[in-house]
């Protein structure tokens, strides 16, 4: 019997090419129990999307899978699943659907896959880590120019800021 348990989350970076960022050599890394850890690989910009759309609790459970019925697609025969949004059911559900446009669902033991895009809960953990992450990362204030092509990069005369002290002396990730 499987016992849902907490996520660890590690964070580490990669081998920063000349001019690289470091936000694009982060590594992410799981573990529920700090000693088997295993990488969490970055999600397209597509499956980012689709994540996003499950809410609720992770289930502890790095197996499980949710089921995302999209907008047109034919529901779900009744008894195969049910809806995992949170206290919605039945005609509330079909009313949440209508104004979302989607509905997350969840396969029911030892039923077969429902139609409808499938997100791991891996998948799920990775976006929620990527959008802390983003919302979070600072970087020192003119440590990052943007070079003739228009890419970021590192600014290869940044020498430290004056004030490290001060939080004016950062901005957040760009």
Not at 2 to 12: E, T, W
Request: proline share 6%; aromatic share 8%; charged share 20%.
């Amino acid at each position: 019997i499987f016992v849902p348990q907490d996520y660890l989350i590690a964070q580490g970076i990669g081998k920063l090419m000349p001019g690289q960022l470091p936000h694009t050599a982060i590594k992410y890394s799981f573990s529920q129990d700090g000693v088997k850890w295993i990488d969490l690989d970055a999600l397209s910009e597509e499956m980012t999307g689709k994540a996003v759309k499950v809410t609720g609790m992770l289930s502890g459970e790095p197996a499980k899978t949710y089921t995302i019925q999209e907008p047109g697609a034919p529901p779900a025969a009744e008894g195969e699943l049910h809806a995992v949004l949170t206290g919605v059911s039945g005609e509330d559900h079909t009313q949440a659907f209508e104004q979302t446009g989607f509905c997350m669902q969840e396969a029911a033991e030892g039923e077969g896959a429902a139609p409808g895009s499938q997100i791991s809960e891996l998948q799920r953990l990775r976006s929620i880590v990527d959008a802390i992450s983003e919302d979070t990362t600072v970087y020192p204030k003119y440590s990052i120019r943007v070079d003739a092509s228009g890419k970021m990069v590192m600014n290869d005369v940044f020498s430290g800021v004056p004030y490290p002290d001060k939080l004016e002396s950062f901005v957040h990730s760009m």
